[in-house]
Structures are given as structure tokens and as C-alpha cells.
Nanobody, 119 residues
Framework: VQLVESGGGLVQAGGSLRLSCAAS????????MGWYRQAPGKERELVAV???????NYADSVKGRFTVSRDDAKNTMWLQMNNLKPEDTARYFC??????????????WGRGTQVTVSS
């Protein structure tokens, strides 16, 4: 199973970006999916999680600005980021809990996509 992120880039404060995470490989079902980010010198932190029933949770710092969504038919998750701030600058990683052979679930990570917000 591979997770590939895309959509990062350089944007001015107040701007928007939409990140994508595409999963491929031997996939029977994807359970929880999430976006994490890591800034230089800081620990990786949870940004948003979306469960299979499409319930969501967000970090307080992004509530009201970021929206996570998924399409299980396409094995894809998105993160719509609006009103970006310089403190959102980080490498963003996709995470997914994947079942390839029931009932065994494994955790996978993408390599990340860089988001840089200039002031």
C-alpha cells in the first residue's frame, strides 16, 4: 500500500491550498485517515482526522479554516486549507489505517508535501 500526497506549495498569508492523498495497492478497506504536519524543529502533530463514517476532528489551530474529506471509491482524501497563516508552514503527511487482508489493519504514511505560507 502506498500513500502519495500532492497539492503543496508556496502561498501568501490568507490564501488557500488543497492537498490530496491517494492510496493505492492491495486495499480491502480504509478505516481512519488523517493529516499530520511537522514544522522544522517541532514534533509531528495531528491536523485533522476523518473516520470511515466521515466524522471528523480537527486541531484547535485549524478549526474553521481547514476541511478534511474523503472518497472511498477513489481511495482518496483531501484537505482544503483556507485563510492560511505563516504558522501553517510545515510538511504535511497523510496517514491511513488500511485493511488489505481482513481483519488485519496496518498503519501507513505518505512521504509528505511541503506547504509554505509567506507573510
Amino acid at each position: 500500500v502506498q500513500l502519495v500526497e500532492s497539492g503543496g506549495g508556496l502561498v501568501q498569508a490568507g490564501g488557500s491550498l488543497r492537498l490530496s492523498c491517494a492510496a493505492s495497492g492491495n486495499i480491502y478497506r480504509i478505516n481512519d485517515m488523517g493529516w499530520y504536519r511537522q514544522a522544522p524543529g517541532k514534533e509531528r502533530e495531528l491536523v485533522a482526522v476523518i473516520r470511515r463514517d466521515e466524522s471528523t476532528n480537527y486541531a484547535d489551530s485549524v478549526k474553521g479554516r481547514f476541511t478534511v474529506s474523503r472518497d472511498d471509491a477513489k481511495n482518496t482524501m483531501w484537505l482544503q486549507m483556507n485563510n492560511l497563516k505563516p504558522e501553517d508552514t510545515a510538511r504535511y503527511f497523510c496517514n491511513a489505517a488500511v485493511i488489505s487482508t481482513p481483519p488485519y489493519e496496518y498503519d501507513y504514511w505518505g512521504r509528505g508535501t511541503q506547504v509554505t505560507v509567506s507573510s
